[in-house]
């Protein structure tokens, strides 16, 4: 498997909650994780943003992502994805009970590779504005 078709089977077992079970055959054992925004601020390894995924989709059940962008950066060993991230919160374990309210959340993964299997991941996306949406700020 091409290091595009690993980061794509990837993103799209973390994004539909397969956690780090589903995940992990496409990673390094220590990969790493960061994310500037505070809700995963002290997520620092990709099997526990993995499992950070898969827990969301409790109190977002019907989340969901349509894709808007994959490439691969051959030179670099990076794959980049950019989705928006969709739901409505109907499910307990939230930290607000179920609001009803939906979220349209922009994101983008960079995957770099190392041997074949993610090393390293980094999301950037804006937290604050998707508790907002969901109503839990």
Same mark, same amino acid.
């Given at each position: 498997?091409?290091?595009?078709?690993?980061?794509?089977?990837?993103?799209?077992?973390?994004?539909?909650?397969?956690?780090?079970?589903?995940?992990?055959?496409?990673?390094?054992?220590?990969?790493?994780?960061?994310?500037?925004?505070?809700?995963?601020?002290?997520? %620092?390894?990709? =099997?526990?943003?993995?499992?950070?995924?898969? +827990?969301?989709?409790? !109190? @977002? &059940?019907?989340?969901?992502?349509?894709?808007?962008?994959?490439?691969?950066?051959?030179?670099?060993?990076?794959? %980049?994805?950019? =989705?928006?991230?969709?739901?409505?919160?109907? +499910?307990?374990?939230? !930290? @607000? &009970?179920?609001?009803?309210?939906?979220?349209?959340?922009?994101?983008?993964?960079?995957?770099?590779?190392?041997?074949?299997?993610?090393?390293?991941?980094?999301?950037?996306?804006?937290?604050?504005?998707?508790?907002?949406?969901?109503?839990?700020?």
């Amino acid at each position: 498997m091409s290091d595009f078709e690993t980061a794509k089977a990837f993103f799209d077992a973390c994004e539909t909650g397969k956690g780090w079970a589903g995940c992990a055959q496409y990673c390094a054992p220590d990969a790493g994780f960061s994310c500037q925004a505070d809700a995963l601020a002290q997520t %620092v390894t990709l =099997a526990d943003y993995c499992d950070w995924m898969k +827990g969301l989709l409790t !109190p @977002v &059940p019907d989340g969901r992502y349509v894709l808007k962008s994959f490439a691969m950066d051959e030179e670099r060993g990076t794959a %980049v994805a950019a =989705a928006t991230f969709h739901g409505t919160q109907t +499910g307990e374990g939230g !930290p @607000v &009970p179920p609001t009803g309210k939906e979220v349209a959340s922009d994101y983008t993964y960079v995957m770099q590779f190392d041997g074949g299997k993610i090393s390293h991941m980094t999301k950037i996306w804006n937290d604050v504005q998707a508790v907002r949406q969901l109503g839990w700020a």
